[in-house]
């Protein structure tokens, strides 16, 4: 029953003219935490691509042996969101609502979510980000440029 009124939700989406040009995107993980491609039934879908994510942050920090993964990021991850031979519907990104903001991607290399009273277990573990040498806000002027230097470079 549940599936019959989700694909109505999405053909009734479809079927509105003044929707009907809409671009949905998806967050690829269920509730259980397993990584799902493709699952909406809907052709306007698109879904958020974490491995671009994860991969460029890596590459943007300067780990080591990612440079090779970034050409296959740049085209949308085909590796894994290929379908039928078509072009892949993915949305690459690097910070979103969940995870690191752009500043907090420069400013920590671990997360503190405490404020929302979850205990700091929501959120990924694994955020590849690199506080420049200190953790949280600062008032050394070298770290602080070289923080609004590196949020700027993914502007570029």
């Given at each position: 029953m549940r599936r019959l009124i989700i694909l109505q939700f999405f053909e009734d989406i479809e079927c509105e003219p003044e929707l009907i040009d809409i671009k949905l995107i998806s967050e690829p993980w269920d509730c259980g935490g397993l990584y799902k491609l493709g699952d909406f039934p809907s052709k306007n879908t698109f879904t958020w691509n974490g491995h671009f994510r994860d991969d460029l942050r890596r590459f943007w920090k300067g780990d080591k042996d990612t440079a090779w993964n970034m050409s296959d990021k740049i085209k949308g991850t085909p590796s894994i969101y290929k379908e039928n031979n078509t072009f892949p519907k993915s949305i690459n990104f690097i910070t979103s609502h969940d995870g690191f903001t752009l500043k907090d991607l420069v400013t920590f290399n671990r997360k503190y979510n405490f404020a929302n009273r979850e205990q700091n277990?929501?959120?990924?573990?694994?955020?590849?980000?690199?506080?420049?040498?200190?953790?949280?806000?600062t008032t050394n002027l070298l770290i602080k440029d070289l923080r609004k230097r590196q949020q700027k470079k993914s502007y570029s």
């Open positions: 277990r929501d959120g990924d573990n694994h955020n590849n980000s690199w506080n420049h040498g200190n953790e949280g806000p």
